[in-house]
């Protein structure tokens, strides 16, 4: 277990121990998490791993970027240390010198989960080889080509019944006025014969073809009902096998209870856990910290490496546990603990009044505080919504005409009416009313003006955080322009075109947007006081009156 433990090499007198654990999902590093990180930062500086996290422009391989995480812990002699783990592999390896060991390990030589393995592996490739045999690929060629022949053939007859049928009637239509009665009579029996016959000719046709579509299609199904066994195989196999391993991996908590993980998610009634469950670095902590008696003080997780293309994921910044995968695991395993409340979960307690900044009969703009919901959360009731439906009573309709994320200040449009409402969303939605947004950058920008554009979709593997994505993503404009620098940050206007969630967060952050989160961006950047991001500036038609009204409040950045 001393392999595990590392002891501070900086003196940790004068720090005072937390009263409680660290809230995993939304957290301030404790001093002693800060130390244990930067100690750890060191060591993975000079340590090499055979991987690219994207900090050597000269080395060789994909650069992929790493979660890691650090738990300070008291042993049973009271002594203070703390403990390290990465998520999920490094260099696809899940055992290193100095990083706790998983919870359970899939990656065992000997363990049923290599050799179940195995067996799926040979079954895909006994059904690759057989999709891509010649004979398969014959047996369908050929069912191609006859039901070509057939549709043509079938086709041909068609064509030559409907032009006899028309040759007939000609005739008849030619030898009337020269037949008698008893003629024309025969003409026609004779006629209708040639009909009839052409009429068998042609189920003779269909029933020759839909006999031997018949034989092409069963010669194709030996190899279509072997591709659909294996395939149901691997498909069982593989379900079983995932089952067994989410039935390993188990979990112990505070109170020394242990619970698996596909019973953990089953009382959430989820289908099954996401894929890498229990496999991140916070889970690893407190595994090994519980199963060897040592008293979790505080926590934090540090990304190290380069960021994702998708995600903004910053070199060295703390970030929250993801709530997918981690927030029903560690749900169970803080129990026991003394843990600190969820910040989110709380009101600000300095918000009396929400300031309105322009009022009249039909419509209202307040100013709502950083930090503050404009409609009521799960578990949050308090919001401008509320405090609105509050004001005005007799209102109608949504109120709201539009949003603001909980940490961003500024503007927000209140209708009275029902029919105000949708006269200001529709503006909304049309684009003609003028936003501008302030915010402070935490960096400097080498440009003066521009645009953004990087479509969004929410992370699914942790809401709400978004994800720029060229597949699935929502179309994200922004123009920006620069207002000033003050000590090292950057003062800019927000011009958003369309209205995504966080769209100016991840613009800022991005790399591939300005690459400078804004200033308290505890989801994109660093936690601080607030989020500096103001919305500042309103321009619209009034609904009633039609005239320009434009409000205003700067945000004293």
């Avoid at 996290?53 to 080395?59: A, H």
């Avoid at 050929?142 to 070509?148: E, I, V």
Wanted: charged share 25%; with cysteine; glycine share 6%.
């Amino acid at each position: 277990m001393n392999q595990y433990i590392r002891k501070f090499n900086a003196s940790v007198e004068g720090i005072e121990l937390p009263e409680q654990f660290t809230f995993p999902f939304y957290y301030e590093p404790h001093p002693l998490v800060l130390l244990a990180a930067e100690q750890l930062q060191e060591d993975l500086s000079t340590r090499s791993f055979n991987h690219n996290f994207g900090l050597n422009p000269e080395q060789k391989g994909m650069a992929i970027g790493k979660m890691f995480g650090v738990l300070v812990v008291k042993d049973q002699e009271g002594e203070l240390g703390f403990l390290a783990a990465f998520s999920g592999q490094l260099a696809n390896e899940t055992h290193h010198n100095g990083f706790v060991p998983p919870v359970f390990d899939i990656l065992e030589d000997a363990g049923y989960f290599k050799e179940g393995e195995k067996v799926l592996s040979a079954l895909t490739n006994e059904i690759e080889a057989l999709e891509n045999s010649a004979e398969f690929a014959k047996a369908k060629a050929f069912l191609a080509q006859q039901k070509q022949q057939a549709e043509a053939d079938v086709q041909r007859l068609k064509s030559e019944i409907k032009t006899t049928k028309a040759k007939r009637k000609q005739i008849r239509k030619e030898a009337e006025p020269h037949n008698t009665p008893e003629e024309q009579a025969a003409l026609n029996e004779q006629l209708s014969q040639e009909s009839i016959k052409e009429q068998f000719n042609l189920k003779d046709c269909k029933t020759y073809w839909d006999y031997k579509l018949k034989e092409a299609e069963a010669n194709l199904e030996v190899f279509t009902s072997k591709l659909e066994q294996l395939k149901e195989e691997r498909a069982s196999r593989s379900v079983n096998l995932q089952r067994r391993i989410f039935g390993d991996y188990t979990f112990l908590n505070a109170n020394g209870e242990t619970r698996s993980l596909l019973s953990i998610f089953e009382e959430r009634e989820e289908v099954k856990p996401p894929a890498g469950s229990g496999d991140c670095s916070a889970p690893r902590l407190l595994q090994f910290a519980f199963k060897n008696n040592l008293m979790p003080i505080a926590m934090g997780e540090f990304w190290w490496g380069e960021s994702p293309r998708s995600e903004v994921r910053t070199h060295k910044y703390f970030y929250p546990a993801c709530r997918s995968k981690c927030e029903p695991i560690l749900g169970h395993m803080l129990q026991g603990l003394n843990v600190e409340d969820n910040p989110m979960m709380k009101s600000p307690k300095d918000v009396a009044t929400i300031p309105v900044v322009y009022e009249d009969e039909y419509l209202v703009v307040v100013n709502k505080p950083a930090e503050f919901l404009s409609v009521p959360g799960k578990e949050v009731y308090d919001s401008v919504y509320t405090r609105m439906e509050a004001r005005y009573p007799s209102a109608t309709g949504p109120l709201l005409v539009h949003r603001l994320d909980m940490s961003t200040s500024g503007l927000l449009l209140v209708a009275k009416t029902k029919s105000v409402h949708k006269i200001l969303q529709s503006q909304f939605l049309k684009r003609t009313i003028t936003k501008r947004y302030e915010a402070l950058l935490d960096g400097t920008l080498e440009a003066d003006s521009g645009e953004i554009n990087l479509p969004l979709r929410v992370d699914l593997d942790n809401r709400p955080r978004q994800l720029v994505c060229y597949e699935h993503g929502k179309p994200g404009r922004t123009k920006w322009k620069k207002v000033k620098e003050i000590d090292g940050k950057t003062l800019v206007n927000f011009y958003p075109i369309t209205g995504r969630t966080h769209q100016l967060r991840v613009h800022a952050a991005h790399a591939s947007g300005l690459n400078t989160p804004i200033v308290g961006d505890d989801l994109y950047g660093t936690r601080g006081e607030r989020l500096y991001l103001h919305a500042a500036y309103l321009k619209f038609e009034h609904p009633i009156t039609h005239e320009e009204v434009e409000v205003s409040v700067p945000s004293g950045f």
